[in-house]
């Protein structure tokens, strides 16, 4: 049975890096290029948000018992499958998981232009996952 609890609580989480983000993020390209330690905190807050919806599918997938997916994106393609996500937002989870692995795995090849576009044009894909989640859910 899913806990709705835990994705409540997940989900807070992700709210939390988004808020911290906005928060920090406000800055002009220039000065987000020219400064370590913003650059830091929007990576961490920005991986770390991207993880907690990682968490929310991958506790959906074992509770509901949907199978075993071979890779953190298939858990995305797993819940369009099973009528938790759309096409779109599936797409755009699949974009967040690429993200997240190159801010955890390759940090020095990390695009920082591709970072600020991100975190000023597509942050609010994380919202639309949980947004769909809830629904299907059924989590006011």
Known sequence: MVDHDLIIAKAGLVQKHINRIRSKGGKD???FLEDQDLQDIISFNLHTAIQN?????????SEKGLGV????????????ENGFLSAETTEKM????????????????IDL????????ED???????LKE????LDIS
């Open 29 to 31: 390209m220039k000065s």
């Open 133 to 136: 989640i809830f629904k299907k």
């Open 94 to 109: 699949i974009k967040a998981v690429g993200l997240r692995n190159l801010l955890v795995h390759e940090y020095g090849k």
């Open 53 to 61: 919806c990682i968490d929310i599918a991958a506790h959906i997938i």
């Open 113 to 120: 232009k591709r970072v600020f576009k991100v975190i000023h």
């Open 69 to 80: 997916p071979g890779s953190v994106s298939e858990m995305f393609y797993t819940l369009e």
């Open 123 to 129: 942050i609010g894909d994380l919202n639309s996952f």
